[in-house]
């Protein structure tokens, strides 16, 4: 005995550390005073903690259970593993520990969510600052499009407390309802099933699908001025999407959410629930529903797609117009394509989207030289042809097709011997003029030949974009109108900006444009387009 000294025996019966834990589900209920309250909360729907509670507390509450009620005191149990460093070492044997307080303080309780419930629970949660910052970048893809809503919603004010206008609704508004249904659905699935990071996964592509489709190709719709039934139809649809967003991910990220909630949610719908917390699951309208609708727009993203492709591909920038771009796809995709074709002809930026079912005026027959079987047949003279080959010109190489295609020996100018013709072969490139993208059953082709007219236009587009970023650096609002003065001594700049003043006016909410400097001017800079100088000067009211 420490006290006394004196020999303190061993107790001959030691129960399990563990089993005063096992009572948990009988104690803290009032198992034995409160029966009738005890029996609505057993057993427990859900119960999580470390794997290691297999063999400890979920074992002793179930041997106790089983003992006195003859069954499982909980239905489902979720184990998960450790959070260990970013290289994957634990804290404890690293001598290196990050208290939670700490992170907290530092990148806030929402990303560290994000982070934990993006992990699988079978494995372990790689834990660091940076990996933790790179969550709440995520978490800014939700923000970002609240943001863009809010704000324009400042300067509009749109009445949204009565239900969507489904009348006006435009086809991409629509969609987004559709998808939005699409979200909803596979978002509690995942929550049903307890899998987060389903959960979070099926988000992610929503929200990209809102950001880089529905906001990108509508934005104009939310600042150009009038339109006001058209205006609630968007601002309505991004709402809906925007709620049902914010209430899919407040178990993961309570505080953003609620944010969200409070500023958006409840500022433009006073019938909303006072807390995202306190509002019920999102149950959309059955007309929402439209997978019909939902293809034909993959299909239609796809075409703009290879579209977007075919521009890299060719150096040619999205911002210079292209006369035409042409389409061979299926009939039953072609009808459902032909009704968003205005929406492919603005984000390609081309002139007219034409439908067409033959494809070959895209293509020519390009004339190869199996060089393998030709080094073999002409031993040292194989290099002459080669230089032959390489010196014939667009003409003379697509005279050779017919001698190909006739078979026996060609004639190739430059080169004194026949060639036999199984020597050649002949494939199919794009046309010159043509930049081609195929996919399937789906073909989609560019004319890339610019004229003057485009490559002015082209130019006022990319005018415009820097003129934009000017605006925004001043610190403009979005609605702000101005005074511009565009000075420039280059002729092509002058009558490109003369042929479309009134666009550049209308994008940029100029009131006045003077093809001079403004007198008492707020900001200015030289900018260059093209290889010319601009001199822009902006002007509003202070």
């Known amino acids: 005995c420490p006290k006394c000294s004196a020999e303190a025996p061993r107790a001959v019966e030691v129960g399990d550390c563990w089993l005063d834990a096992g009572i948990v589900p009988f104690s803290t209920l009032g198992y034995f005073d409160r029966r009738?309250?005890?029996?609505?909360?057993?057993?427990?729907?859900?119960?999580?903690?470390?794997?290691?509670?297999?063999r400890l507390w979920f074992y002793s509450m179930l041997f106790m259970s089983v003992t006195l009620q003859g069954g499982a005191p909980y239905e489902k149990v979720l184990s998960y593993e450790s959070v260990v460093s970013e290289e994957g070492t634990r804290f404890s044997k690293t001598g290196f520990m990050i208290e939670f307080d700490d992170a907290v303080n530092k990148v806030g309780a929402d990303p560290m969510r994000y982070l934990f419930c993006a992990r699988p629970v079978s494995v372990n949660v790689r834990f660091s600052y940076k990996l933790a910052e790179m969550a709440g970048r995520k978490i800014a893809d939700l923000w970002n499009i609240y943001t863009f809503l809010v704000n324009y919603a400042i300067i509009d004010r749109p009445d949204l407390s009565r239900p969507l206008p489904t009348q006006t609704l435009q086809v991409t508004?629509?969609?987004?309802?559709?998808?939005?249904?699409?979200?909803?659905?596979?978002?509690?699935?995942?929550?049903?099933?307890?899998?987060?990071?389903?959960?979070?996964?099926?988000?992610?592509?929503?929200?990209?699908?809102?950001?880089?489709?529905?906001?990108?190709?509508?934005?104009?719709?939310?600042?150009?001025?009038?339109?006001?039934?058209?205006?609630?139809?968007?601002?309505?649809?991004?709402?809906?999407?925007?709620?049902?967003?914010?209430?899919?991910?407040?178990?993961?990220?309570?505080?953003?959410?609620?944010?969200?909630?409070?500023?958006?949610?409840?500022?433009?719908?006073?019938?909303?629930?006072?807390?995202?917390?306190?509002?019920?699951?999102?149950?959309?309208?059955?007309?929402?529903?439209?997978?019909?609708?939902?293809?034909?727009?993959?299909?239609?993203?796809?075409?703009?797609?290879?579209?977007?492709?075919?521009?890299?591909?060719?150096?040619?920038?999205?911002?210079?117009?292209?006369?035409?771009?042409?389409?061979?796809?299926?009939?039953?995709?072609?009808?459902?394509v032909e009704e968003q074709s205005a929406l492919i002809q603005s984000e390609l930026n081309v002139k007219q989207v034409r439908f067409v079912s033959d494809a070959s005026a895209f293509f020519r027959m390009a004339v190869k030289v199996d060089w393998k079987l030709a080094n073999a047949h002409f031993r040292r003279d194989a290099g002459r042809l080669r230089e032959a080959i390489e010196a014939l010109d667009e003409s003379q190489r697509n005279s050779l097709t017919p001698q190909i295609n006739a078979g026996g020996d060609v004639r190739v100018p430059g080169f004194d011997q026949p060639v036999p013709a199984n020597l050649f072969r002949l494939e199919r490139a794009p046309d010159?003029?043509?930049?081609?993208?195929?996919?399937?059953?789906?073909?989609?082709?560019?004319?890339?030949?610019?004229?003057?007219?485009?490559?002015?236009?082209?130019?006022?587009?990319?005018?415009?974009?820097?003129?934009?970023?000017?605006?925004?650096?001043?610190?403009?609002?979005?609605?702000?109108?101005?005074?511009?003065?565009?000075?420039?001594?280059?002729?092509?700049?002058?009558?490109?900006?003369?042929?479309?003043?009134?666009?550049?006016?209308?994008?940029?909410?100029?009131?006045?444009?003077?093809?001079?400097?403004?007198?008492?001017?707020?900001?200015?800079?030289?900018?260059?387009?093209?290889?010319?100088?601009?001199?822009?000067?902006?002007?509003?009211?202070?």
């Open 36 to 54: 009738s309250q005890w029996a609505r909360a057993y057993p427990a729907e859900w119960i999580s903690e470390m794997r290691e509670q297999v």
């Open 432 to 542: 010159s003029r043509w930049g081609v993208a195929e996919d399937g059953d789906l073909l989609v082709a560019l004319d890339l030949e610019v004229t003057d007219e485009l490559k002015r236009e082209g130019i006022v587009r990319d005018l415009v974009r820097q003129l934009q970023l000017m605006r925004k650096e001043a610190g403009l609002s979005v609605s702000q109108r101005i005074e511009l003065g565009l000075a420039t001594e280059s002729r092509l700049m002058q009558e490109a900006i003369c042929a479309h003043r009134a666009y550049v006016m209308d994008e940029l909410l100029s009131v006045r444009l003077e093809m001079n400097p403004l007198e008492g001017e707020m900001a200015h800079r030289d900018l260059t387009v093209e290889g010319e100088t601009v001199h822009a000067t902006l002007r509003w009211p202070s």
């Open 173 to 336: 508004d629509r969609w987004l309802l559709a998808r939005t249904v699409a979200m909803v659905e596979d978002v509690k699935l995942g929550y049903e099933a307890y899998d987060t990071p389903v959960v979070i996964r099926d988000v992610e592509a929503y929200l990209d699908d809102v950001s880089n489709w529905y906001v990108r190709v509508n934005r104009r719709r939310f600042w150009r001025s009038g339109h006001e039934a058209d205006k609630r139809a968007c601002y309505g649809s991004l709402l809906e999407a925007l709620r049902a967003t914010t209430l899919a991910l407040a178990p993961i990220i309570p505080f953003v959410t609620e944010k969200i909630w409070q500023n958006a949610v409840r500022g433009l719908d006073p019938r909303a629930a006072e807390s995202v917390h306190h509002a019920d699951w999102p149950v959309p309208p059955p007309e929402w529903r439209n997978e019909t609708l939902l293809r034909q727009t993959e299909a239609v993203r796809s075409v703009i797609r290879m579209g977007l492709k075919i521009r890299a591909q060719a150096s040619t920038r999205v911002r210079l117009p292209l006369h035409s771009a042409c389409l061979v796809l299926p009939g039953e995709k072609q009808k459902a």
